[in-house]
């Protein structure tokens, strides 16, 4: 009798060990399929834009692309959250798009002559802008030469920064709107663009 009920115990345990195995098992490639699949959306997922605006302290002065200490301040602010969306989408490059007002810009300019010159610095002073495409380019510049030296200094190296000018045709839905020749605020803004390049074959 004590053996039949031995052998009994014998078979339950080892069912009750291959129920665990198997359940054990599962888990792992449950874990593992939600782990692959987060990452497949995190590398599929698109970037997010940041607007810079006048709103929240991104301003410059009439014609200026100086950057004051109320706007280093407002985007040393947003640091953290951009060295946070640089590592968590692998980014490697970053656009600075300068968006201008449609107010006519008078004068003449010298970025024809001086930025072929400038190499990779960025002078604060001596640009003159002679159009709005003019003006949001130099801003573009100064901001991603602000941005590239804050990044190094926060330990992430690497990273492009491009410049780019929109001058005053893109609206801020993305949308092609020329602007009028009107004072608005709303258009005048920085756009960081966040991107990954393609892989080079080596």
Known sequence: MSRSRTRL???ESSYWIGYTDLLSNSLLVL????TIAAFARANNETPPLLRLTEKESFRFGTGS???NAQFKAALDSRLPWIKEQIIKYRIDSVEVIGHTDG???PGSSNLDLLLPRAGNSF???GYQSGSNTDLGLLR???VANYLKAKLES?????IIVRPYSAASLIAEDG???PADTKDRADRRRIELRFTRQEERSS
């Open 9 to 11: 115990r014998e078979g």
């Open 31 to 34: 874990l593992l399929t939600i």
């Open 65 to 67: 692309y100086a950057l």
């Open 103 to 105: 107010q006519p810009s």
């Open 123 to 125: 002078a604060k002073q």
């Open 140 to 142: 573009a510049l100064a």
């Open 154 to 158: 926060s330990g992430i190296r690497g």
């Open 175 to 177: 949308d092609y709107d």
